[in-house]
């Protein structure tokens, strides 16, 4: 008598946990892969940002002594340099998890064919002992009944089926298995070289912390030189200061008799017009996604109270960003706007303001500007060429946003490099 010993539920009592299993590690790959993705992404923009630094510091050391920007240069690369190593360990420690979910899938996996194997090899013995037409003939005939019969001939028939069912999904299992195998040896070859690139980058860290300690030394013994540098850059920031305020004070006036000669409510603030309401309103929109106003740069002093980088004990205060890049860049309006004044700031170079609405842009320290009072400007439209300061070669520009006479800071506004 034909006796098979699995039935349909067997089939699926088996397929389940494999189908779990495959569903669960996929959710789990594609999850890393975009997260993997992102370090990825942010490890490029840090690499490009540390050969630009390597650049502008080439540049400086064309001058014959250690300057103050070197240091900052040097500083700047540190802080890249430690926010790549802290990338790269992000990412070794996803591969690890990635690496130990694999393991635990494979293995998963493995048992699951051992299963299929060993419950496919008893089929085959048993269709073997049972081959005999003549046997499976009689366990129909031998039925009590048509429907009996018609029940055992649809029952062989879908034995017949689960065997060969069983005989695919080993075949896939077994691909599954193999492919699985080949992703984790892919993960173990891009683990190695995450270990070779954070071996080397914490050798150059250790080099240019060695240098960092080195050049404030040197500059230290320099330090009524460094006093008096400061003292100058504090008067011409002053006197940027005053320059934009009395700006503000002038737009203001205007907007207010404009305003009033064109019958609309004024207040203390700007008066503005729907139009320009509309461009205010759309600058404000874009915070955190306004342009950068160089094509390639680093911010190198952040906004508001921070300490020296030298002198001990001494704040600098900043009203907007200091953004250093290389010779002969040229700065880029962030947002579209009409131009309110090109200003004379102290040691001959100048300084651009730009008017979005109720909102300012001031972009300083231009040896050259290609703009002048009242023209409209685009977005990305070039305003004039960066200064670079003989001495010792450094290359900046000080971006400022306004929002009437409140001082933003432009790192909350500009979009984060790609």
């Given at each position: 008598m034909f006796t098979?010993?699995?039935?349909?539920?067997?089939k699926c009592n088996i397929a389940l946990p494999w189908l779990l299993s495959f569903l669960f590690s996929g959710m789990v790959m594609v999850l890393h892969a975009q997260t993997r993705e992102d370090l990825e992404q942010n490890k490029q923009t840090i690499e490009r940002e540390i050969r630009l630094i390597n650049q502008m510091l080439q540049e400086t050391k064309k001058t014959a002594e250690i300057s103050l920007n070197h240091?900052?240069?040097?500083?700047?690369?540190?802080?890249?340099?430690?926010?790549?190593?802290?990338?790269?360990?992000?990412?070794?420690?996803?591969?690890?998890?990635?690496?130990?979910?694999?393991?635990?899938?494979?293995?998963?996996?493995?048992?699951?064919?051992?299963?299929?194997?060993?419950?496919?090899?008893?089929?085959?013995?048993?269709?073997?002992?049972?081959?005999?037409?003549?046997?499976?003939l009689m366990f129909i005939f031998s039925s009590r009944s048509f429907n009996q019969a018609f029940l055992r001939m649809r029952y062989?028939?879908?034995?017949?089926?689960?065997?060969?069912l069983q005989a695919q999904k080993i075949e896939e299992t077994t691909a599954e298995l193999n492919e699985r195998r080949s992703t984790l040896q892919s993960e173990r070859n891009r683990q190695q070289q995450l270990l070779v690139q954070q071996r080397q980058e914490?050798?150059?860290?250790?080099?240019?912390?060695?240098?960092?300690?080195?050049?404030?030394?040197?500059?230290?013994?320099?330090?009524?030189?460094?006093?008096?540098?400061?003292?100058?850059?504090?008067?011409?920031a002053r006197e940027l200061q005053r320059a934009i305020e009395r700006v503000i004070a002038e737009e203001r006036r205007r907007a207010q008799e404009q305003a009033r000669a064109d019958g609309r409510v004024t207040?203390?603030?700007?008066?503005?017009?729907?139009?320009?309401?509309?461009?205010?309103?759309?600058?404000?929109?874009?915070?955190?996604?306004?342009?950068?106003?160089?094509?390639?740069?680093?911010?190198?002093?952040?906004?508001?109270?921070?300490?020296?980088?030298?002198?001990r004990g001494i704040k600098i205060n900043n009203n907007g960003v200091e953004i250093s890049a290389t010779q002969g860049s040229t700065a880029r309006a962030i947002f579209e706007g009409v131009v309110s004044r090109v200003i004379t700031i102290p040691g001959g170079n100048f300084a651009?303001?730009?008017?979005?609405?109720?909102?300012?842009?001031?972009?300083?320290n231009l040896s050259e500007v290609f703009v002048r009072n009242g023209d409209r400007v685009s977005l990305?439209?070039?305003?004039?060429?960066i200064a670079t300061e003989a001495k010792d070669s450094k290359t900046h520009m000080n971006l400022q946003i306004w929002k009437g006479s409140d001082k933003l800071n432009p790192e909350l506004w500009i979009a984060r490099q790609r």
């Amino acid at each position: 008598m034909f006796t098979p010993r699995h039935t349909i539920g067997s089939k699926c009592n088996i397929a389940l946990p494999w189908l779990l299993s495959f569903l669960f590690s996929g959710m789990v790959m594609v999850l890393h892969a975009q997260t993997r993705e992102d370090l990825e992404q942010n490890k490029q923009t840090i690499e490009r940002e540390i050969r630009l630094i390597n650049q502008m510091l080439q540049e400086t050391k064309k001058t014959a002594e250690i300057s103050l920007n070197h240091l900052v240069m040097i500083n700047s690369q540190i802080n890249s340099r430690e926010s790549l190593i802290r990338t790269i360990n992000n990412e070794i420690r996803l591969i690890n998890h990635r690496m130990e979910s694999l393991n635990n899938n494979i293995e998963t996996l493995a048992n699951e064919l051992e299963e299929l194997k060993e419950s496919y090899a008893v089929m085959v013995r048993q269709a073997y002992r049972n081959r005999d037409a003549t046997q499976k003939l009689m366990f129909i005939f031998s039925s009590r009944s048509f429907n009996q019969a018609f029940l055992r001939m649809r029952y062989l028939q879908q034995y017949a089926r689960h065997r060969q069912l069983q005989a695919q999904k080993i075949e896939e299992t077994t691909a599954e298995l193999n492919e699985r195998r080949s992703t984790l040896q892919s993960e173990r070859n891009r683990q190695q070289q995450l270990l070779v690139q954070q071996r080397q980058e914490l050798e150059s860290l250790a080099e240019e912390k060695t240098t960092q300690n080195q050049t404030v030394t040197q500059l230290r013994s320099r330090e009524r030189e460094l006093v008096q540098r400061l003292r100058e850059q504090e008067l011409a920031a002053r006197e940027l200061q005053r320059a934009i305020e009395r700006v503000i004070a002038e737009e203001r006036r205007r907007a207010q008799e404009q305003a009033r000669a064109d019958g609309r409510v004024t207040t203390d603030m700007f008066a503005l017009t729907p139009e320009e309401q509309l461009l205010s309103d759309n600058f404000a929109e874009n915070q955190g996604r306004l342009l950068w106003p160089v094509e390639r740069g680093i911010i190198t002093s952040s906004f508001g109270e921070q300490p020296h980088p030298v002198l001990r004990g001494i704040k600098i205060n900043n009203n907007g960003v200091e953004i250093s890049a290389t010779q002969g860049s040229t700065a880029r309006a962030i947002f579209e706007g009409v131009v309110s004044r090109v200003i004379t700031i102290p040691g001959g170079n100048f300084a651009v303001i730009i008017r979005h609405g109720e909102y300012l842009t001031v972009y300083s320290n231009l040896s050259e500007v290609f703009v002048r009072n009242g023209d409209r400007v685009s977005l990305r439209q070039e305003l004039g060429v960066i200064a670079t300061e003989a001495k010792d070669s450094k290359t900046h520009m000080n971006l400022q946003i306004w929002k009437g006479s409140d001082k933003l800071n432009p790192e909350l506004w500009i979009a984060r490099q790609r």
